[in-house]
């Protein structure tokens, strides 16, 4: 059996929500609610899901930028600290969404690309080195290492964010929405460059995004996020072939088509209940087209279909007998 680069185990991240005294904790948030999640070396695994749904809270929790409540992150073949701050995730870095906001606006380019490098004691001339051969691998000019930020591109700005995450060799990269902030052209050269990129340093990605047209091309397996838990796991082909969640089903069917026959998106019916919302069911029963008893009363069980297709779900389904339903 393969083992896989990082496993996550029962994770759970809640925020309070104080009342009219401060050390008094009226609610909480439930982020991210129990999350199971196997990512082996190699390939990518895309999670997708609603804004809101707990996808960026579960990549910092999992980069030690977020504190978690509970759970168990093993990663490279040893547990990892659940606490921020932590600096025992050497070999895991970040790109974020916004390239601009990342980078210190007054500092020079190649300082800000070599500062993972600069904070361990290594010397400027060495970091310029390899932030120079860096430079090159994500398609950037050396010419213009003495630049600042705002002399690029957002393109090239989110290039420089690429070749900040890469400068000390990682196994393990989260992009978090890496071109929701782009142009359409220059979203696929991006995703060009970061399969380029895989291949070429033996990278291991986490992909978050909404967009799931760019998830399906990118990824080899895609999870699905729904209230702060994975409620599908499939292959990218296999999810858009035959999505056994009705969440996913929903997701699928909401995407923009040009075809002629079909110019109207379905939508979710219902809006996405309160993360601060305890359920003893199924979270999703409220918008559940094909909901039964037995789903506001009990919380479904994790369900293995066929290879890696799992689904938490009562009564999982494929695409033709969701369709039947609506």
Known sequence: ??????????????????????????????????????????????????????KTTLGSAILGLQSAN??????????LSLNAHADDRIGMQVIFQDPFASLNPRRKVWKTVGEPLLVTGVQQDEVRVKVTEVFKSVGLQTT?????????????????????????????????????????????????????????????YIFIS?????????????????????VETASAERLFEAPAHPYTHALLNSIPRL???????????????SPTQMFLGCPFQARCPISIDICGTTLPPIVELSGDHSVQCHQPHTNTLHKAKE
């Open 144 to 204: 213009h290492l003495d630049r600042l930020p705002h002399e690029f591109s957002g393109g090239q700005r989110q290039r420089l964010a690429i070749a900040r995450a890469l400068v000390r060799r990682p196994k393990l990269v989260v992009c978090d929405e890496p071109v929701s902030a782009l142009d359409v052209s220059v979203q696929s050269q991006i995703l060009n460059l970061l399969n380029q990129l895989q291949i070429d340093f033996d990278l291991t």
């Open 70 to 79: 509970s759970g168990q992150i093993n990663f490279d073949g040893r547990e």
């Open 259 to 273: 075809s002629a026959g079909r110019r109207r998106r379905k939508v979710i019916k219902g809006e996405l209940p």
């Open 1 to 54: 059996m393969i083992t896989p680069l990082l496993e996550v185990q029962g994770l759970k991240v809640h925020f309070p929500i104080r009342g009219a005294l401060p050390w008094i904790t009226a609610a909480e948030v439930h982020a991210v609610n129990g999350v199971d999640l196997r990512v082996y070396k190699g390939e990518t695994l895309g999670i997708v899901g609603e804004s809101g749904c707990g």
């Open 210 to 230: 909404h967009d799931l047209g760019v998830v399906k091309n990118v990824s080899d397996r895609i999870a699905v996020m729904y209230l702060g838990r994975i």
